[in-house]
T-cell receptor, first 112, second 113 residues
Framework: GDSVTQMEGPVTLSEEAFLTINCTYT??????LFWYVQYPGEGLQLLLK?????DKGSNKGFEATYRKETTSFHLEKGSVQVSDSAVYFC???????????FGKGTTLSVSS | NAGVTQTPKFQVLKTGQSMTLQCAQD?????MSWYRQDPGMGLRLIHY???????DQGEVPNGYNVSRSTTEDFPLRLLSAAPSQTSVYFC????????????FGEGSRLTVL
C-alpha cells in the first residue's frame, strides 16, 4: 500500500545552518505531497505542498521538490532559525482520497 | 477565527470509563477526521466523515465511535477506556476534495490509568 518514509530524528542544528529532511514515498500514480509542521504544544499545520511531478512547494523559507524519478519530497531550508524548532511530517493522500498517510515525523531542534 | 476547536485539552480516565472528545469547526468543511498521535508512530487515522450522516473507519477504529449529526461537530467516543488508548488525539477538517489540506485542532491529551 501507499506509504511515507522519513529520516529518523532528532535533527540538531545551529542557527543559520542548512536543513534537509528526507522523505520518500510509495504510491500508485502521482499523488499530491505535503509537509506539515507541529510546533510544541500545538496541532499540525500545513507548511507546503506540491500537486504534480517537478513542482516545488515553498513557504516560510522552506522548499521541497516533487521528484517522481526518486519518489522523494525532501524538505530544505537554507538558514534555520531557533523558531523553526518543531516536528515535521511528510504526508500523502491515501488512494481513496479520504485521509492523509503521515510519516513518523522528524524532530528538529535549532540552538542559538 | 476559531477554526477547529477541541475539548477537553487534557483528560485522565480510569480503565473502563467512557468519555467523549468534542470537535467543532466553523469553516463549513465537509470533511472531518480524528487522528491519534503516539511516539514513534506518527499520526494514525481513527475515523473520518465526508459529511453530515456519513462516517467511516480509518486505520485504528477499534474502541472508538463517532457520529456526524451536523456539519460543524464530530465527537469521538471512547466506550470503555483502556491504557492502550493513552495518546494525543487530533481532530482535523478540510473542504472537499482537498482532503490533503487539513486544518488541525490543538489536540486532546488523554491518559488512561
Amino acid at each position: 500500500g501507499d506509504s511515507v518514509t522519513q529520516m529518523e530524528g532528532p535533527v540538531t542544528l545551529s542557527e543559520e545552518a542548512f536543513l534537509t529532511i528526507n522523505c520518500t514515498y510509495t504510491a500508485t500514480g502521482y499523488p499530491s505531497l505535503f509537509w506539515y509542521v507541529q510546533y510544541p504544544g500545538e496541532g499540525l499545520q500545513l507548511l507546503l505542498k506540491a500537486t504534480k511531478a517537478d513542482d516545488k512547494g515553498s513557504n516560510k523559507g522552506f522548499e521541497a521538490t516533487y521528484r517522481k524519478e526518486t519518489t522523494s519530497f525532501h524538505l530544505e531550508k537554507g538558514s534555520v532559525q531557533v523558531s523553526d524548532s518543531a516536528v515535521y511530517f511528510c504526508a500523502l493522500p491515501n488512494q481513496a482520497g479520504t485521509a492523509l498517510i503521515f510519516g513518523k515525523g522528524t524532530t528538529l531542534s535549532v540552538s542559538s | 477565527n476559531a477554526g477547529v476547536t477541541q475539548t477537553p485539552k487534557f483528560q485522565v480516565l480510569k480503565t473502563g470509563q467512557s468519555m467523549t472528545l468534542q470537535c467543532a469547526q466553523d469553516m463549513n468543511h465537509e470533511y472531518m477526521s480524528w487522528y491519534r498521535q503516539d511516539p514513534g508512530m506518527g499520526l494514525r487515522l481513527i475515523h473520518y466523515s465526508v459529511g453530515a450522516g456519513i462516517t467511516d473507519q480509518g486505520e485504528v477504529p477499534n474502541g472508538y465511535n463517532v457520529s456526524r449529526s451536523t456539519t460543524e461537530d464530530f465527537p469521538l467516543r471512547l466506550l470503555s477506556a483502556a491504557p492502550s488508548q493513552t495518546s494525543v488525539y487530533f481532530c482535523a477538517s478540510s473542504s472537499l476534495p482537498n482532503t490533503g489540506e487539513l486544518f488541525f485542532g490543538e489536540g486532546s491529551r488523554l491518559t488512561v490509568l
